[in-house]
């Protein structure tokens, strides 16, 4: 059984960073992606970044809306993926999700078979 449990949300200023991480848990995971994805208020899951787990590539994908400012990386010794998000603004307030799936990195949340529980992201202005 995997377990995805995301930490590190809170309530920071414009402008301000954070990191958020998924402690990634359960049956062994080659040939599998990880990935973040958020979702506020009355608007649709989005995707976020995504890396791939095995290999010598990462082949990290990043959305156009965060590029440049957030960045996906993982530690494979621990485990667990991280979302640094650098300059933050007040349009990146979400739920923030942590995703696994078997094979590359994709920006579908249809693709990922399994989610963490989310950890919420406000930032004021």
């Known amino acids: 059984q995997v377990q995805l449990v995301e930490s590190g949300g809170g309530f920071v200023q414009a402008g301000d960073s954070l990191t958020l991480t998924c402690a990634i848990s359960?049956?062994?995971?080659?040939?599998?992606?990880m990935a973040w994805f958020r979702q506020a208020p009355g608007k649709e899951r989005e995707f976020v970044a995504g890396?791939?787990?095995?290999?010598?590539?990462?082949?990290?994908r990043t959305a156009e809306s965060v590029k440049g400012r957030f960045r996906i990386a993982k530690d494979s010794t621990r485990n667990a993926v991280f979302l640094h998000m650098d300059r933050l603004k007040v349009e990146d307030t979400a739920v923030y999700y942590c995703?696994?799936?078997?094979?590359?990195?994709?920006?579908?949340?249809?693709?990922?078979?399994?989610w963490g529980q989310g950890t919420q992201v406000t930032v004021s202005s």
């Open positions: 359960g049956r062994a995971f080659s040939s599998t992606a």
């Open positions: 890396i791939r787990w095995g290999g010598g590539n990462d082949a990290i």
């Open positions: 995703a696994r799936r078997t094979g590359e990195p994709v920006s579908g949340a249809a693709d990922y078979q399994y």
